[in-house]
C-alpha cells in the first residue's frame, strides 16, 4: 500500500487508521509531512509512544473520525487508508490534490481488493487493484456505523 503512494520524499500523507503506528513510521521515512487520524484513543497514544521512540518527528497522530479526514491540513498529495468500505469516504477524496494518489480497501471488510486512486481534475479515478486483502470496517461518519 506504501509503495503503490509513490512517495518522493517532499509530500504531505494522510493516514487513516494510525493501529501501533508501523505504516505510520514508514510514511514518515518517505514523505515531508504525516498526518494520521486514529479512532481509538489507546492506540493512538500507543502509536505517539512507538512513534517518539523511533524519532519520528513529522508526523501528528490525531483521534477522530478518519471518514472525515483532517481538512485543516489539507490538500494531501497522498492518502493510504487502513480500513475498508465500498466506497472512498467524499470527505477524503475532496481532500486530495490534484494529480494525488489514494490507496483503499474497497469492499465490505473481510473481503477486500485494495485499489490505487488518482485525482483527475473533477474526480477520483481508480487506476489499478494493488492485492487483494482482508481489513476490519472503516467505521465513521462517512463509513459503516458503530452497530
Known sequence: MVEALALSGDESVLEVGTGHGFQTALLAELARAVWSVERWPDLAETAR??????RARNVEVVVGDGTLGL????PYDAI???AAHPRVPEPLAEQLA???RLVHPVGPGGREEVALFEKGPRDL?????????????????RGFSER
Open 71 to 74: 481538512p485543516e491540513h489539507a
Open 125 to 141: 479515478v481508480r487506476r489499478r487493484t494493488i492485492t487483494g486483502a482482508h481489513f476490519v470496517r472503516l467505521v465513521g461518519e
Open 98 to 100: 490534484s494529480g494525488g
Open 49 to 54: 509512544g512507538n512513534l517518539e521512540r523511533h
Open 80 to 82: 493510504v487508508v487502513s
